[in-house]
């Protein structure tokens, strides 16, 4: 791997639960190596991230400092970080029209039920976190670009 990180952008229509959740739990998980960055966003942002997944987090023993809802077009902005990955984990952000980032970013769907209640977030959290693990297992640069996006879309469907 290169010496600059692999950046991971998750998406969600709001970018307050599951987003979030992707977001601190890739970077918490790769935070030794540094082997990734994650970012999260939103087609509608809104505003602030929801307390069960900032307290979920929490009990995790996952940073929540900085966590923020905000909106997908930050990284299609100049300066924005270079994405190489878009993973989407809602279905309504699944089939919206996604911003342009530069690069041709690999693109993967995760889906996972909105989560209303604890024990919803607790299994949103569960399955976020085992795909989140093998991506972080994944031999980035040792696949091809195609065999990468087959193993991204095997993993979604976990």
């Known amino acids: ?13 709001g970018n307050s639960a599951r987003s979030i959740l992707a977001e601190a739990t890739l970077n918490h998980l790769s935070r030794a190596d540094g082997r990734f960055h994650a970012y999260s966003a939103g087609s509608f942002p809104k505003g602030e991230p929801n307390p069960l997944a900032l307290a979920l987090l ?11 809802s905000k909106s997908w077009d930050e990284f299609s902005a100049p300066g924005a970080p270079p994405i190489h990955l878009v993973i ?4 309504q952000a699944a089939g919206e029209q996604c911003p342009y980032y530069p690069g041709q970013p690999l693109k993967a769907h995760w889906g ?6 604890a024990a919803d977030f607790r299994d949103a959290y569960a399955a976020l976190r085992r795909r989140v693990q093998l991506l972080i297992e994944t ?15 095997a993993i979604g469907q976990i």
């Open 88 to 91: 989407t984990v809602c279905d």
């Open 1 to 13: 791997m290169t010496s600059s990180p692999f950046n991971v952008l998750f998406l969600c229509t």
């Open 112 to 117: 996972v039920p909105d989560p209303h209640t």
């Open 139 to 153: 031999p980035l640069d040792s696949l091809q670009r195609s065999e990468l996006q087959r193993r991204l879309n």
């Open 58 to 68: 929490g009990a995790e023993g996952i940073s929540t400092e900085g966590a923020r």
